[in-house]
């Protein structure tokens, strides 16, 4: 017998609302197109900040609100990674520290997890770089055949981190949208697409993201979490997750950061939509940058991106090329961090609004590094 979590209470659809059966392979809604939610029933829940120090230093120590039981997941110990106090009041959250070096091993210990659980045979995904090493990996984790498709400028030592863990890799002209194109055109037939919001439980792994902060800041609420933003599953789930941490009563009723969404100057859908006072984003013509991460010109998720920052009361910006350089080398030298190119735009997000007054010095503010910069090298 099919087991899930005993405090699950049905996956629905983020835009129309349409249930959806949990006990099957699930992508996007059936009736529109948007990507599901996968819900809790939190008022059951017995979860205290206070009882998880014994718990396994993973993601999995949230295990009432994740989707599996124990020892029905495929792990290579992901998560809790480090709150790096680098300021005064301005803390670093290292997401290089997860397995393959990026958050998306949190999303994707859980997204293979499901899909084997649920009777997947094989996975894909398209990847802009981290998605698919972390893919990769824990397919091979979960001994399930793995085809991913880059962007053929992607830097080698992605397609050579994803053939290292016997995936097989398709470099494609264009973009990551082309990618996913050409994975639904060409890839294997019996692969269950696993691309970023087209199943639900990527986003349940990147929510832990937002359990960690408010649990190494001893129940506190960030005022301000910058956080970079290219297809947007780590902020969307971060956004859910502190609705769920209210309603487990770990933090006040309406209590959340003010989330800034930082993207490239060359590739920022959501900064424009924003501005524009926009409730949906549209392709973004020609991307370009070099924090691979962001570039993603048509987020499946870019309007639960703008109702997470409209809630919040947070916002959206641009980092242009050089500003986003800079500032990498500049967090690295002072702080000792491993910082990425995505990385490097959030914290020039936070020197412009440090200089403009949008951030004061009391403000206890989160920059996320979402990765290693080893890989850009």
């Known amino acids: 017998m099919l087991r899930l979590s005993p405090h699950l209470d049905g996956v629905r659809c983020f835009a129309c609302g349409l249930a959806h059966d949990p006990r099957t392979l699930l992508g996007v809604c059936t009736a529109c197109g948007m990507p599901l939610r996968v819900d809790y029933d939190l008022a059951a829940i017995r979860l205290h900040r206070g009882a998880l120090g014994g718990r396994t230093p993973s993601l999995w120590r949230y295990r009432e609100v994740l989707p599996l039981v124990e020892g029905d997941e495929v792990t290579l110990t992901e998560g809790c990674t480090p709150l790096v106090p680098v300021a005064r009041n301005v803390w670093v959250k290292d997401e290089a520290r997860n397995p393959t070096g990026s958050f998306k091993a949190r999303g994707m210990a859980v997204a293979v997890s499901m899909a084997k659980h649920l009777g997947a045979r094989a996975l894909a995904a398209p990847s802009a770089g981290n998605a698919a090493g972390a893919l990769a990996a824990y397919g091979a984790r979960a001994a399930l055949p793995v085809t991913v498709a880059m962007p053929e400028d992607t830097p080698r030592v992605f397609f050579e981190e994803c053939r290292h863990y016997g995936a097989t890799v398709q470099a494609v002209p264009g973009t990551i949208s082309d990618a996913g194109r050409f994975l639904r055109e060409h890839g294997p037939r019996d692969a269950f697409d696993v691309s970023t919001l087209r199943e639900p439980y990527r986003i349940?792994?990147?929510?832990?993201?937002?359990?960690?902060?408010?649990?190494?800041?001893?129940?506190?609420?960030?005022?301000?979490?910058?956080?970079?933003?290219?297809?947007?599953?780590g902020l969307i789930g971060m956004?859910?997750?502190?609705?769920?941490?209210?309603?487990?009563?770990?933090?006040?009723?309406?209590?959340?950061?003010?989330?800034?969404?930082?993207?490239?100057?060359?590739?920022?859908?959501?900064?424009?939509?924003?501005?524009?006072?926009?409730?949906?984003?549209?392709?973004?013509?020609?991307p370009e940058t070099r924090a691979y991460g962001l570039r993603v010109p048509a987020p499946l998720g870019g309007f639960l991106?703008?109702?997470?920052?409209?809630?919040?009361?947070?916002?959206?910006?641009?980092?242009?090329?050089?500003?986003?350089?800079?500032?990498?080398?500049?967090?690295?030298?002072?702080?000792?961090?491993?910082?990425?190119?995505?990385?490097?735009?959030?914290?020039?997000?936070?020197?412009?609004?440090?200089?403009?007054?949008?951030v004061r010095d009391s403000d206890r503010v989160v920059v996320f590094n979402t990765g290693t910069g080893l890989k850009y090298r």
Do not use: N
């Open 204 to 233: 349940e792994g990147k929510k832990t993201m937002a359990y960690e902060l408010v649990e190494q800041m001893a129940g506190e609420v960030p005022d301000v979490v910058l956080y970079p933003t290219g297809g947007g599953t």
């Open 239 to 286: 956004w859910k997750a502190f609705h769920e941490m209210a309603a487990l009563g770990w933090i006040p009723a309406g209590a959340m950061p003010r989330f800034v969404a930082v993207q490239a100057a060359g590739c920022a859908p959501v900064v424009r939509a924003f501005e524009r006072g926009e409730e949906r984003t549209a392709p973004w013509v020609d």
């Open 305 to 358: 991106c703008l109702r997470a920052l409209r809630e919040s009361r947070g916002t959206a910006v641009a980092v242009d090329e050089g500003e986003l350089g800079r500032a990498a080398a500049a967090l690295a030298a002072s702080s000792g961090i491993d910082v990425c190119p995505e990385g490097g735009a959030a914290w020039a997000a936070l020197e412009r609004f440090r200089a403009g007054g949008q």
